[in-house]
């Protein structure tokens, strides 16, 4: 479950394409993503300064990814 990162602008932060992307943190809210409509709606409600963080996995192994919008 998750969404597959097929295009990116997040390489300065370390999203890779092929990363499959499972949950999102903002501002210490846990939301599973488990389609691109899960995606979008999360993605959609982010605002400048907030703190967001993604569990992916990569290549078999999970990377936690985070930085402030």
């Known amino acids: 479950k998750g969404v597959i990162v ?3 602008k997040g390489m300065v932060l370390g ?3 092929g990363d499959v992307i499972t949950t999102i ?3 210490g809210r846990r939301y599973n993503i ?5 995606w979008n709606s ?3 409600k ?3 300064g907030d703190y967001v963080a993604l569990y992916v996995y990569r290549k078999g ?3 936690l990814i985070s930085f402030v919008y």
């Open 15 to 17: 999203i890779r394409e």
């Open 34 to 38: 488990e389609s691109v409509k899960d």
């Open 46 to 48: 982010i605002k400048r």
């Open 6 to 8: 097929r295009q990116t």
């Open 42 to 44: 999360v993605v959609s």
């Open 61 to 63: 192994g999970k990377a």
């Open 25 to 27: 943190f903002v501002n």
